[in-house]
């Protein structure tokens, strides 16, 4: 059974770093893209980044973009989602997702999220 | 990357069908066939319910279904049902090899 659990959230101050984890399950990360989304509080989903199998694809949201990283680690089959210099406005539960499509020749086809995790929540706050 | 814009609420009594756009511009909604919804019951993983603006996956109910029409996508609900009541978000590819979601929709039950 496909299965995937974020960890690392926590309470973080304004300006300070955060490491998210997702561990996933029942397949097996290289041969799949994956995103990271996000929720803030009383808010709608937030698209955050995806990284290619290869991890030689990777994009972020303009909100995050410079100041997180994603990546991945094959022999662990776990995503992660480096934060530094965190925002109030990035208090949120974060949700990590298997992004099904495929891209070639510079486009992509067929983007959907299935499954996604039960998420993680960050908090920023001095 | 602005995001797709969904009615806050709508409603709807049990057996009765409701329709939840998702609008969008050229660049995202109309440019491509790629937009997917997802059911969200507060405190669970999101669930995919539709993708490539139609298709529906093993094990998610007939009830559900999409469409798109220039623009802007729409997801129907037919017969309606007690545990349909949720947040219902779109989500489409856009020009920018981005993804965006829409603002999401507040299903009530009556």
């Known amino acids: 059974q496909v299965q995937l659990v974020e960890s690392g959230g926590g309470l973080v101050k304004p300006g300070g770093s955060l490491r998210l984890s997702c561990a996933a399950s029942?397949?097996?990360?290289?041969?799949?893209?994956m995103s990271w989304i996000r929720q803030a509080p009383g808010k709608g989903l937030e698209w955050v980044s995806y990284?290619?199998?290869?991890?030689?694809?990777?994009y972020y949201a303009d909100s995050v973009k410079g100041r997180f990283t994603v990546s991945w680690d094959n022999a662990k089959n776990s995503l992660y989602l480096q934060m530094n210099s965190l925002r109030a406005e990035d208090t949120a539960v974060y949700y990590c997702?298997?992004?099904?499509?495929?891209?070639?020749?510079?486009?992509?086809?067929?983007?959907?999220?299935?499954?996604w995790g039960q998420g993680t929540l960050v908090t920023v706050s001095s | 990357q602005s995001a797709l814009t969904q009615p806050a609420s709508v409603s709807g009594s049990p057996g009765q069908s409701i329709t939840i756009s998702c609008a969008g511009t050229s660049s995202d909604v109309g440019g491509y066939n790629y937009v997917s919804w997802y059911q969200h019951h507060p405190g669970k993983a999101p669930k995919l319910m539709i993708y490539?603006?139609?298709n529906r996956p093993s094990g998610v109910s007939n009830r559900f279904s999409g469409s798109k029409s220039g623009n802007t996508a729409s997801l129907t609900i037919s017969g309606l049902q007690a545990e349909d009541e949720a947040d219902y978000y779109c989500?489409?590819?856009?020009?920018?090899?981005?993804?965006?979601f829409g603002g999401g929709t507040k299903l009530t039950v009556l």
């Open positions: 989500s489409s590819y856009t020009s920018s090899s981005t993804l965006v």
């Open positions: 990284i290619s199998g290869s991890g030689g694809t990777i």
């Open positions: 029942g397949f097996t990360f290289s041969g799949y893209y």
């Open positions: 997702a298997r992004l099904l499509g495929y891209c070639s020749g510079g486009s992509c086809y067929g983007f959907r999220f299935d499954p």
């Open positions: 490539d603006v139609s």
